[in-house]
T-cell receptor, first 117, second 113 residues
Framework: DAEITQSPRHKITETGRQVTLACHQT?????MFWYRQDLGHGLRLIHY???????NKGEVSDGYSVSRSNTEDLPLTLESAASSQTSVYFC????????????????FGPGTRLTVL | GENVEQHPSTLSVQEGDSAVIKCTYS??????FPWYKQELGKRPQLIID?????GEKKDQRIAVTLNKTAKHFSLHITETQPEDSAVYFC????????????FGTGTKLQVIP
């Protein structure tokens, strides 16, 4: 079955360290997204990609970067982790044609809980 | 860009009663409106969606209505059950290859047995 996975599921790091969160999907989707979820703010878009070598900034992109070298993966890097980046991070994917799923539906990964001390 | 407002932020209902969550959007080009349910500690999952060429869609106990003129859409849950307790997110987007979804801030629904 198609799926989207994230690793690690939990991460504790220190201020100033570089951190990379992995996202892998087997839905055969062109679109991939990274969101952060904080109480009172819902899901806020960090970065997104419409295909290989394509990346775009979302509404809260400062301090984060992504790269898309293949269809399946969109790793999220925190260049220098800050306490304000403590959050739950969700990766999602979608495709207008649906791929292995329904058209336009975003399928979410299980999330990564990141704590920056 | 798109702005989605969602109300209420919390909602408590007695088991068996109905629950209604309302959202408004700002971009008249938006044409795809999904609703996601997120249980505690889990990932958001699609429960129903509606496209702009449809005014209402129903799936068992849940229904969604869309008013394009007023730019608002609503989720209706009838005969609520304790397992409906979760956070619900509305969203708005433009369907197609270059999708970008804007989410509301969520409604925490508590169904009291």
């Amino acid at each position: 079955d198609a799926e989207i996975t994230q690793s690690p599921r939990h991460k504790i790091t220190e201020t100033g360290r570089q951190v990379t969160l992995a996202c892998h999907q087997t839905w055969n989707h062109n679109n991939m997204f990274w969101y952060r979820q904080d109480l009172g703010h819902g899901l806020r878009l960090i970065h997104y990609s419409y295909g290989v070598q394509d990346t775009n900034k979302g509404e809260v992109s400062d301090g984060y970067s992504v790269s898309r070298s293949n269809t399946e993966d969109l790793p999220l890097t925190l260049e220098s982790a800050a306490s304000s980046q403590t959050s739950v991070y969700f990766c999602a994917s979608s495709d207008m044609r649906g791929g292995a799923g329904a058209p336009d539906t975003q399928y979410f990964g299980p999330g990564t809980r990141l704590t920056v001390l | 860009g798109e702005n989605v407002e969602q109300h209420p932020s919390t909602l408590s209902v007695q088991e068996g009663d109905s629950a209604v969550i309302k959202c408004t959007y700002s971009d008249s080009a938006s044409n795809y409106f999904p609703w996601y349910k997120q249980e505690l500690g889990k990932r958001p999952q699609l429960i129903i969606d509606i496209r702009s060429n449809v005014g209402e869609k129903k799936d068992q106990r849940i229904a969604v209505t869309l008013n394009k003129t007023a730019k608002h859409f609503s989720l209706h849950i009838t005969e609520t059950q304790p397992e409906d307790s979760a956070v619900y997110f509305c969203a708005a987007s433009i369907s197609g290859g270059y999708q970008k979804v804007t989410f509301g801030t969520g409604t925490k629904l508590q169904v009291i047995p």
